[in-house]
């Protein structure tokens, strides 16, 4: 068996963030998607009696696809620009699944890495593609490399991934798969020790 890194406190202040700070960033959002809820719902059961872990509430659970700024220092006419030019770009990819299996315990959190990855992908390199046309290749912010995932809990301390991995493993739930048709820009805040947003713009699949 592979061995796990040590848990981490994952609200550590990454670079740019304080409290009351709020960034624009594009995320697949899951509002509506019953079978995930039922599937996290059953996760988190398993783990809610062990220590150091803030559980994801439904309606926060999402995917993290690509940043665009923190909201002093974009503008709303460029956030806009730039959810236009994604919304165009969007229009030649068709929705697609993502299996939902097992989830996986990582040093800040317990995710489900997803399946396929490439769909996820493509849509990230069209969101990169839509800020690009707004601001210039050069100036898309985070790196290309990306592996998509959606996180059902937090690390809030350091310790031990061990418990945490054989309640996942007792768990035995059954896989989940769901259907992405868009795809939401958001006004992302993170001072409840959770992601929380409000929904700015958003991008369907298809046109």
């Known amino acids: 068996m592979t061995s796990l890194e040590p848990m981490r406190d994952h609200w550590w202040w990454r670079p740019g963030w304080r409290i009351g700070r709020k960034m624009y960033t594009w995320h697949i959002t899951f509002d509506g998607q019953d079978r995930l809820h039922e599937l996290v719902?059953?996760?988190?059961?398993?783990?809610?009696?062990?220590?150091?872990?803030?559980?994801?509430?439904?309606?926060?659970?999402?995917?993290?696809?690509?940043?665009?700024?923190f909201t002093d220092e974009v503008?709303?006419?460029d956030a806009r620009a730039v959810a236009t030019a994604a919304r165009q770009r969007c229009v030649g990819l068709r929705p697609f699944e993502l299996a939902f299996g097992q989830p996986i315990v990582d040093p800040e959190s317990?995710?489900?890495?997803?399946?396929?990855?490439e769909p996820a992908q493509a849509l990230r390199r069209r969101i990169r593609a839509g800020i690009a046309d707004v601001w210039g290749a050069d100036k898309v912010p985070e790196a290309e490399e990306w592996s998509p995932h959606v996180s059902?809990?937090?690390s809030n301390?350091?310790?031990?991934?061990?418990?945490f991995a054989g309640a996942l493993a007792r768990a035995r739930v059954p896989d989940a798969t769901l259907t992405v048709s868009t795809v939401e820009l958001i006004i992302l805040n993170r001072d409840n020790r959770m992601y929380e947003w409000e929904v700015f713009e958003e991008a369907t699949l298809g046109g």
Do not use: C, K
Not at 41 to 69: F, K, S
Not at 110 to 117: E, K, M, T, V
Not at 157 to 163: A, I
């Open 152 to 154: 059902i809990a937090y």
């Open 41 to 69: 719902a059953e996760y988190q059961a398993a783990l809610n009696p062990l220590p150091g872990l803030d559980l994801i509430p439904p309606r926060w659970l999402h995917l993290t696809m690509q940043g665009v700024g």
């Open 75 to 77: 503008s709303e006419q």
């Open 110 to 117: 317990i995710q489900f890495a997803l399946r396929p990855a």
């Open 157 to 163: 301390s350091t310790g031990s991934p061990e418990l």
